[in-house]
């Protein structure tokens, strides 16, 4: 039982590259999310699953993508990187919304040059 | 507006000894608290969950408190360890129609030998 796993933990990109980054979690929970944690602040949502095939924004949505076409793997994906999205990427899940423990990735740090 | 604040922002103590983190939030309405411990380059972890009727909730070493009249939380280490240095992050989950996880932005706990 490997949790919340996140690929790559490092990456480098130059404005305007492309990437995804993945989270996997073998706990059959139902709820996925993505934040970024930036100095000074606290975790802003991106994006956020229910379940496979249903996903919505966050709070900062602009400029990434996701997709849930499996309840395992929940994939954000940087359209084309910007300096501004230098930040630290968590991945979590949950069995569900509001009354359950959130279980972190450990991460991915992201620099855009 | 929905906030969640916390104090210090940095804290320095002895090994052995006890402190008190301390959370305000101004975030209705209110669903559930947590506590969140954050190891220097790993994700969260959950440390405590409470609910309105919950003033009080242990996790070991970790006791967590709930004033919902004063809308304040406190998080009290007691013998700290060297392995509690870590960030601490309060969340309150607010709920009107759908669930939203207002994070603090942390109080960052050293412990020296």
């Known amino acids: 039982n490997a949790g919340v796993t996140q690929t790559p933990k490092f990456q480098v990109l130059k404005t305007g590259q492309s990437m995804t980054l993945q989270c996997a979690q073998d706990m059959n929970h139902e709820y996925m999310s993505w934040y970024r944690q930036d100095p000074g602040m606290g975790l802003r949502l991106i994006h956020y699953s229910v379940g496979a095939g249903i996903t919505d924004q966050g709070e900062v949505p602009n400029g990434y993508n996701v997709s849930r076409s499996t309840t395992e793997d929940f994939p954000l994906r940087l359209l084309s990187a910007a300096p501004s999205q230098t930040s630290v990427y968590f991945c979590a899940s949950s069995l569900g919304q509001g009354r359950y423990i959130q279980y972190f990735g450990a991460g991915t740090r992201l620099s855009v040059l | 507006k929905n906030q969640v604040e916390q104090s210090p922002q940095s804290l320095i103590i002895l090994e052995g000894k006890n402190c008190t983190l301390q959370?305000?939030?101004?975030?209705?309405?209110?669903?559930?608290l947590r506590w969140y411990k954050q190891d220097t380059g790993r994700g969260p972890v959950s440390l405590t969950i409470m609910t309105f009727s919950e003033n009080t909730k242990s996790n070991g070493r970790y006791t967590a408190t709930l004033d919902a009249d004063t809308k304040q939380s406190s998080l009290h280490i007691t013998a700290s360890q060297l392995s509690d240095s870590a960030s601490y992050i309060c969340v309150v989950i607010t709920t009107s129609g759908t669930y939203k996880y207002i994070f603090g932005t942390g109080t960052r706990l050293k412990v020296l030998a």
């Open positions: 959370c305000n939030y101004t975030v209705s309405p209110f669903s559930n």
